[in-house]
T-cell receptor, first 114, second 117 residues
Framework: NAGVTQTPKFQVLKTGQSMTLQCAQDMNHEYMSWYRQDPGMGLRLIHYSVGAGITDQGEVPNGYNVSRSTTEDFPLRLLSAAPSQTSVYFC?????????????FGPGTRLTVL | AQKITQTQPGMFVQEKEAVTLDCTYDTSDQSYGLFWYKQPSSGEMIFLIYQGSYDEQNATEGRYSLNFQKARKSANLVISASQLGDSAMYFCAMRAYSGAGSYQLTFGKGTKLSVIP
């Protein structure tokens, strides 16, 4: 199993540009999430999905869009990039909603918005 | 709302010594889970250990153990016999019910551990 994969690993955007961060998992997990990590802030939840066709907002959803058309894929779209979205983005998945279900993380995408 | 507090931004430990990383949490839920993750300088998030709120014994995984004190709402990570490879950021996280059928992970801000040879 490849686990959770993310592309690209690095990206530089100009203010106002749009782009999609890709996330895929091959563990047949229903539950997927996107986080952003900023220095001194830990990880904060952007959006999550409890299954194909179902998404919901997390703590910091503004400026981001998601969709979940398949179990495997959960892309994150930046609609109009802003410098405040410079961050490291992690995608994660877990098999269900039991409290002890471990969340597996992708390697992250480092995004810089100029 | 859930909250995780890690009060130690950075810590140093001598190689082969034990170290405790502090974590306190706040939730009104009776059922919750506590996780610790390690993030080395390479950036990936590595799951270390889990403790459930109803688990009777403190969790242990190799050199990692969790000192769970439910009444104090603390879940400190103990690393025994520190190794140079333990130098990393460590995050405490809690999963509890957050409404609409979902259980979210809430992270603390992390503690940067440096192991001194």
């Amino acid at each position: 199993n490849a686990g959770v994969t993310q592309t690209p690993k690095f990206q530089v955007l100009k203010t106002g540009q749009s782009m999609t961060l890709q996330c895929a998992q091959d563990m047949n997990h229903e539950y997927m999430s996107w986080y952003r990590q900023d220095p001194g802030m830990g990880l904060r939840l952007i959006h999550y999905s409890v299954g194909a066709g179902i998404t919901d907002q997390g703590e910091v959803p503004n400026g981001y869009n998601v969709s979940r058309s398949t179990t495997e894929d959960f892309p994150l779209r930046l609609l109009s990039a802003a410098p405040s979205q410079t961050s490291v983005y992690f995608c994660a998945s877990n098999s269900g909603t039991r409290l002890r279900d471990t969340q597996y993380f992708g390697p992250g995408t480092r995004l810089t918005v100029l | 709302a859930q909250k995780i507090t890690q009060t130690q931004p950075g810590m140093f430990v001598q190689e082969k010594e034990a170290v405790t990383l502090d974590c306190t949490y706040d939730t009104s839920d009776q059922s919750y889970g506590l996780f610790w993750y390690k993030q080395p300088s390479s950036g990936e998030m590595i799951f270390l250990i889990y403790q459930g709120s109803y688990d009777e014994q403190n969790a242990t995984e190799g050199r990692y153990s969790l000192n769970f004190q439910k009444a104090r709402k603390s879940a400190n990570l103990v690393i025994s016999a520190s190794q140079l490879g333990d130098s990393a950021m460590y995050f405490c996280a809690m999963r509890a019910y957050s409404g609409a059928g979902s259980y979210q992970l809430t992270f603390g801000k992390g503690t940067k551990l440096s192991v001194i040879p």
